[in-house]
C-alpha cells in the first residue's frame, strides 16, 4: 500500500519494525502532494527541503531506537493561522501576505520536538472567520470527495490534506465550528478541545478570546489520540493549561447519558445528515448508552447575540491595531468589522457576561447529561466558490445557516469531536458532534475509539487514486 495513505500510528509502527524508513514515507507524501495539490489547493506553504532533513533526522533516531515519541518521524501539516518559524503565516488576508515568524507556536514546537516532520501551511479563509475556504491570496480549496466542492472552513486546507493522502495529521484551528464542521464535510475524526487543554503562546493575536483552540485532525481515533497527548501537557505561558485534569482516556467509556438534539429550533437540517446522525444515536443506544432525544439547553439567537459582538470586536481590534486601519479584502469582513468599530462598549460586556453566565449553565446542564449529539453540520458541501448554501433542506438561510449546530461548544469553553457516520447517498462524507463538560476531552475520545469499532467510517478515503 503506497505509504502516504497509511495511519499516522501504522507508519510508526512500520519505523519501529524498519519495515519503512522516515524518509520513505516523506517522498511518498510529497509524490502525492505534487500530484494532487494543485488541484485541491489544500497546501500553501511547502517546505520540502525541512522535512526532508528531519526525515532524515527521525530515522537516524528509529535506526539507532531512540525515537523521541512514538509518532516521531509522522508528516504532519499546520493551519495558516498558526505560527511556524521561517514559513508563511497570512492568515488568508493580504495584510499578513508577508508575515514570517520567527518562533513556531506552542503545539508546533511540541510536535517538531516530539520528531514530527512539519509538511508545511494549509489554506484557510481571510482571518479564518468564515466558514468555507477561499481568500484573494490562493483561492478556494477544494474536497477531494468531490472538488467542485468545499470542504468547508476554516480548516478546509487541513481536512483536504489529511483526506486526500496529503499527511495523515493536521494542526486546525477551531473557534466556531472550524474543525468539527470540516471534518464532517471530508469524512475525518476532528476535536475541539476544551480552553487550556491543548495549551498556546507564542501565536497571532487572539481575535476570538478563549472560543478559538488548536486541535488535531486525522482519519482515526487513534491517530487523534496519539497526537493530543503529545501535545496537552500543561505550559505555565498559558493559565488555562493548569487548570486541565490530566488527559485520560479509558480503554472504554463508561455508558453515559447522551442528549440527542437533531436539530436548533426552527434552523433546517440536510434530510440526509438529519438521517444519519439519527442512525448514530441509535447506535450508540445499542451500545448500552442512554440516548435521549429532546431540544437544546439554549437558542441559536441567544448564542449569536454573544458570538457576533465578540467576533466584531475581535476583527476591529486586530485592524487597528496590526493593521494599521486597513480593510480586509473579504466584503464580508469589512462589514464585520465596520460593525465592530461602531459596537458600544456596553454591547461588548454584555456579550462578556454572556459567556460566563452560559457556561454556568452548560456546567448546571451537564449535571443531568454527560454528552450532547447532533450533527456536526446542517448542510452538506457546496460549491467551492460560494462562501455558504443558500438553502437547506429547501429553506432560505443565511451565511450561518450551515453552522448552527457549533459555536455553543466554544461559547461555553466545551469540548466537541466530529465523528464520520453513514454517508450521504452520493458518497459524499457526513458527521455528527459530541460535545461534553469542560475538561471532558478523554471521555469524548475513548467514546469515539467505541464508536469507530462499532462503525468504521473512518479511513475512507475519496477516489483520487
Known sequence: MDPALLPARSLAGLFARRALSPVEALEAVLARIARLNP???????????????????SEARWRAGTPLSPLDGVPLTVK????????????????????????????VARARAAG???????????????????????????????????PGGSSGGAVAAVAAGLGPLALGTDGGGSIRRPASHAGLVGLKPTPGRVPRCDGL???????????PIARTTGDLVA?????????????????????????????????????????????????????????????????????APFTVEALGGIWGPVGQAGLAWLLTEWGGGAEPASPALREMAAAGCALRPEALFAALDGVARFRREMAGFFQGFDLILTPAAAALPWPA????????????????GH???????????????????????????????????????????????????????????PALG
Open 403 to 461: 453552522a448552527v449546530f457549533t459555536n455553543f461548544a466554544n461559547i461555553g469553553g466545551l469540548p466537541g469531536i466530529a465523528l464520520p457516520s453513514a454517508p450521504a447517498a452520493n458518497g459524499l462524507p457526513i458527521g455528527f458532534q459530541l460535545v461534553g463538560a469542560a475538561g471532558s476531552d478523554g471521555l469524548l475520545c475513548a467514546l469515539a475509539a467505541e464508536w469507530e469499532a462499532a462503525e468504521p467510517w473512518a479511513g475512507r478515503w
Open 39 to 57: 488541484a485541491l489547493n489544500a497546501i500553501i506553504a511547502l517546505d520540502e527541503a525541512a522535512a526532508r532533513a528531519a526525515a532524515g533526522a
Open 385 to 400: 466558490e460560494q462562501a455558504a448554501p443558500e438553502r437547506i433542506a429547501g429553506q432560505a438561510v443565511g451565511p450561518r
Open 205 to 215: 493575536p487572539a481575535i476570538l478570546l478563549d472560543f478559538e483552540q488548536i486541535g
Open 227 to 295: 497526537l493530543l497527548a503529545l501535545l496537552a501537557p500543561p505550559d505555565p505561558r498559558d493559565p488555562a493549561s493548569r487548570l486541565m485534569p490530566p488527559l485520560l482516556v479509558p480503554p472504554r467509556p463508561p455508558r453515559c447519558r447522551i442528549l440527542h438534539v437533531p436539530r436548533f429550533g426552527a434552523h433546517p437540517v440536510d434530510a440526509e445528515i438529519a438521517a444519519s446522525t439519527a442512525a448514530a444515536a441509535r447506535r450508540l443506544q445499542s451500545l448500552g448508552h442512554a440516548v435521549e432525544e429532546g431540544e
Open 80 to 107: 495558516d493561522n498558526i505560527t511556524v518559524a521561517g514559513l508563511p503565516c497570512t492568515w488568508g488576508s493580504p495584510l499578513f501576505r508577508d508575515h514570517i515568524p520567527e518562533r513556531d507556536e506552542l503545539p
Open 116 to 150: 514530527l516532520v512539519v509538511l508545511g501551511k494549509t489554506n484557510v479563509p481571510e482571518f479564518t472567520l468564515q466558514g468555507y475556504t477561499d481568500n484573494t491570496l490562493f483561492g478556494p480549496t477544494r474536497n477531494p470527495w468531490d472538488p467542485a466542492l468545499t
